[in-house]
């Protein structure tokens, strides 16, 4: 069956002559573009009633009593750790195994991004690293549910509690996530990210989920220069607002989020039980993973696996090439290596195509692809 918007079966690009299957394909439909139509036509772009709507509907399908739109997933991250007090001195424990915005939130409100190592399992944090990072300045810790697999909140949560710490969820790739029936997201403040590459999309986009309202005004006002009504500013804080545009198209991904993810779980099925030569990932027990990559371990020729993909038109991504603490703009901070198993995985992961777009063709051409290289027979 056809997702609406896509041409099922159709190559969509052509590069040198060769198929590519990219990486990640947004889903955009018809809804989406008359639904951002109807904002054009409204003469209303900037955040008003369609933002409200959206995050009404976000709260609602989480579960949760506040949802805050914010103009990216960084900015929400971000947002909500200051909202809860994280600032200047404070130390706040997290994966260096992520995209570099999880730590930069920190950074950025003159905290001290503090490293724990993941599990090579999953990719995610280990809260027995996390247990023996905490020190007296320890304010926070940061679970990312990387590529849509849940952090273990379980042992996480219960560390936090033990050590009075606040926790904010990076659920930037995980809408959708669960963990023995219980969303990613709704286990602390989370931020979650529309970026286009993610399980849906508002082209740019994010949104802090929370429980507690006083931190969803804070919130409103931290989005919106620190303001409680027209020019009365109580806060230092800059323009962090969604669009209604984006809003629209959220509101009409959101309702088809079951859709794609499903798509994607029955994708990674297919790749898991065909695929050689490769570590398949795993589904932790009790979750349910959304895939928001498809990430599989090559711990030989990784990259030589990627390029004779990529010869084969199919897109390859590596996420990610370096741990956080690796960066340059880390190392200028005095950041240094130790984190053995981030290492480890930063040089044998390799994310094949997963999303929802992909046809039976091109799932079987990912295969055939990669087993031919493992086989040498292609
Ligand atoms: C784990 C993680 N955290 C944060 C972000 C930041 O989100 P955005 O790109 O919407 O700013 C992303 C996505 O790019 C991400 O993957």
Redesign the pocket.
Known sequence: MALPGLRRGVPVRRRGGALLIPIARPVIGEEEKQAVLRVLESGQLAQGKVVREFEEAFAAWLGVREAVAIS??????MLALQAHGIGPGDEVITTPF??I??ANAVLYLGGRPVFADVRADDFNIDPDEIEARITPRTKAIIP?H?YGQPARMAEIMSVAERHALLVVE?A??AHGAELNGRKAGTFATA?F???PT?NMTTG???MVTTGDSRIATTLRKLRDQGQTERYNHELLSYNWRLTEIAAAIGLVQLRRLEEFNERRRANARFLSERLKGVITPIEREGCRHVYHQYTVRVPQRRDALAAHLRERGIGTQVYYPRPINQQPVYRELGYGDGFPVSQQMCAEVLSLPVHPSLTPEELQQIVDAVNGFFEGSE
Do not use: H, I, M, R
């Open positions: 990216s997933g960084t900015a929400a991250l992520s995209f915005a999880t990312v990387l990076d930037a790739q931020a990210s529309f970026y993610k740019e986009g994010g």
